[in-house]
């Protein structure tokens, strides 16, 4: 039994000795892989990108339901590396942003443009427009707010009543 015993650790020390290949782990390194990590750990070490807003909150007072209200927000880069807005999302499709799809260079500044449309809006409205980015929050929130004046409804009220008397007067119930 010592003999098996012996023999089998004797062949596992083989087959791990001899799996092991003698060849030089550094001939297996991508050199474009290195490259591409060092440039990543660079701007990683720069920071993540900031972002300033001209105003992140837009009150656009008192508006007849029907009307536009548009805003543009300015924002600016303000950190080390380039700000990218890979999405902007309104809270209700009421809403549209256009935002600028390729980076801004820290220090450089662009446009958000907001489009609200207040038909089937009325009353007080507060909308959220939520950019995702690459600052160190992940996300922004801007937001448009005020009140809309609703469309007054005419009623048929009069002509209605005027339209049941004259079908009273044609129907055959009447003239008995």
Do not use: H
């Amino acid at each position: 039994m010592k003999k098996i015993s012996l023999i089998f650790a004797f062949l596992i020390f083989a087959a791990v000795f001899t799996s092991c290949n003698k060849s030089n782990a550094t001939s297996k390194i991508n050199k474009s892989n290195l490259d591409n990590a060092k440039s990543r750990d660079i701007d990683i070490k720069k920071g993540s990108a900031s972002i300033s807003f001209d105003t992140r909150e837009y009150d656009f007072g008192t508006v007849n339901e029907g009307d536009f209200v548009e805003k543009t927000f300015k924002i600016t880069n303000s950190g080390k590396t380039d700000l990218i807005i890979s999405n902007a999302q309104a809270s209700c499709g009421c809403t549209v942003p256009v935002w600028p799809k390729e980076p801004i260079k820290p220090g450089a500044s662009a446009d958000i443009f907001v489009k609200f449309n207040t038909a089937g809006k009325p009353n007080r409205q507060s909308k959220d427009i939520t950019l995702t980015t690459n600052t160190e929050t992940g996300r922004e929130v801007l937001k448009l707010k005020g009140t809309v004046i609703p469309k007054v409804k005419t009623t048929n009220t009069e002509i209605g009543s005027e339209v049941v008397k004259l079908k009273g007067a044609l129907s055959p119930k009447a003239k008995k």
